[in-house]
């Protein structure tokens, strides 16, 4: 572990390249992945929103305890000690 930590923070010695923990060259390229189309940005936030206005529109049924959200979750089985 010593001899990693010291090669890191060494400099190179002569006639040795320069190589990160990892094994790969200072001087190699980093891939760096293109941005994602404009589409693809908005079905995922589209999808997301979807998901997010479900979510609050169930649990407001669950806290105002709404007569037919109570009996579709006696319905599907669950305890009255997860439905209070």
Known sequence: ME?????????????RSATSAKGMN?????HV???ASRWKVRAGIAL???AVLFL???????????APVVAGTEQ?????????
């Open 33 to 35: 992945p293109e941005r």
């Open 76 to 84: 599907l089985g669950y305890p009255e000690s997860v439905r209070q």
């Open 56 to 66: 609050l529109f169930d649990s407001t049924g669950k806290l105002l305890k709404v």
């Open 3 to 15: 001899l990693e930590i010291r090669e890191l923070f060494d400099p190179p010695a002569a006639g």
């Open 48 to 50: 997301s929103t979807i």
């Open 26 to 30: 200072m001087t190699d390229q980093v």
